[in-house]
C-alpha cells in the first residue's frame, strides 16, 4: 500500500484578526479570531512517506532554506504523532502569490497538515487537524473548515482550535485588490512578534479585538451584515495601528492600498455596502455581499487597480489516500 496523500486546502481571510501569540512555542494567539474561506485560493498538496529523507518543493521549485526547514519541523509533528521516522516528499501546487499577503501559509499547512497526516495513516478529526494545523502556521487552523470559521484562542494546546461558524444566509462575497503581488517586506510571524513586543499599542489591540470577537458572533448570528462590515473593517485597521505602534514602525500599506481604503468608503456613500480588511501585506480585500460583488470589482477596475480576483466562501479542507 503506498503511503501517498493528496489534499487541497482554502485560503481565509480574517473578519476579526490574529495578529500576536501567547505562546510561541505551542502557536497559541493574544486572542480568538473568525474568517471567511475563499473559493478562489488554494493549495494542493501531495505527501508520500517511506523517504530516507524530507524534500518539499512549491509551484515547481524547491523550498529551500527557512521555508524547507518549517516544512520539516512540521512533518516531525506528523512523525511523532505517528510514531515514524521515515522522511516525505512534499509536493505543493499554490493558486495564491506565495507571501503576498493573500494568506497561502493558511491554505498551505491546512493542505500540508492533512495530507501528511492522512498519508502517515492517521485518521485525524477535523478539530485534531485544525490544532495540527495550527502549529504549522496559526491561520491554517481556521482552513480545515469551509465559509465561515471561528478559532479559539483557547488556554492550551488542546483547546486552541477552529470550527465551522454557520452562516445565517449573510450571502457574503469577497472582492480581492491586488495591489502588489511580489514578496512581502516583512512576514507575519516576525511583525507580530515585534508589534507583541515593542508597540505600546499590543495591550489595547488585544483588549479591543476580544470585544470586536464578541461582537461579531452576535452580528453573525443577528445576520446583520452591516455590523459584520463595520467590525471587519475596523478591526484591521486596529490591528494595523498596533504595528504602527512598534520599533521600527511595520507598515505594509501602499500607496494603492490607501487609494482602495478611500474608495471603499466612497462606494459606501453612494450605496453600494462594502467595507475593507488588510493583512500582512499592500493588498484590500474587500467584504461585500454577493449581489454587490459585481460593481465593486467593476468600480476598484476603474480605479486603474489592474489585478483584481472575485471569491465567494470556499469549502474546507479535502483529502484523498492514493492506495
Ligand atoms: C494578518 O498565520 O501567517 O493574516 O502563525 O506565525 O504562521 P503564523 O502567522 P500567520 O498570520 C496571519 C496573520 C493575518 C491575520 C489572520 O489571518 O488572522
Known sequence: MSERATAV????????????????????????SV??????????????????TDTAELDGAPLAGE?????????????????????ASVIS??????AAGLASSASGFAALAAAASSAAGLDLAPRELSILARKGSGSAARSIFGDLAVWFAGDD???????????????????VAVVD?????????????????????FPAWVDASRTDFTDMLAAIAA?????????????????????LG?????????PDSVRVLHLVRDLRSTGIECYATMDAGPNVKILCQRRRMESVRDAVTAAGITRVTTSLPGPGVAVSRDD
Do not use: C
Open 223 to 243: 445576520s446583520d451584515f452591516t455590523r459584520v462590515g463595520e467590525l471587519t473593517e475596523s478591526n484591521a485597521m486596529r490591528m494595523h495601528a498596533s504595528m
Open 9 to 32: 486546502a482554502h485560503s481565509n481571510i480574517a473578519l476579526i484578526k490574529y495578529w500576536g501569540k501567547r505562546d510561541e512555542g505551542i502557536a497559541l494567539p493574544a486572542t480568538s
Open 35 to 52: 474568517s471567511l474561506t475563499l473559493d478562489a485560493y488554494s493549495t494542493r498538496t501531495t505527501v508520500e512517506w517511506g523517504r530516507d
Open 157 to 175: 494546546d488542546a483547546s486552541s482550535f477552529a470550527e465551522p461558524v454557520t452562516d445565517p444566509g449573510l450571502d457574503l462575497a469577497m472582492v
Open 67 to 87: 521555508a524547507g526547514a518549517r516544512v520539516t519541523r512540521f512533518l516531525d509533528l506528523v512523525r511523532s504523532l505517528a510514531g515514524r521516522s521515515d522522511g
Open 181 to 201: 503581488a511580489g514578496v512581502k517586506t516583512i512576514s507575519s510571524r516576525a511583525a507580530m512578534r515585534l508589534t507583541a513586543e515593542t508597540s505600546p499599542y
Open 246 to 254: 512598534a520599533t521600527p514602525p511595520v507598515s505594509y500599506w501602499q
Open 93 to 98: 501546487r499554490n493558486t495564491v502569490p506565495t
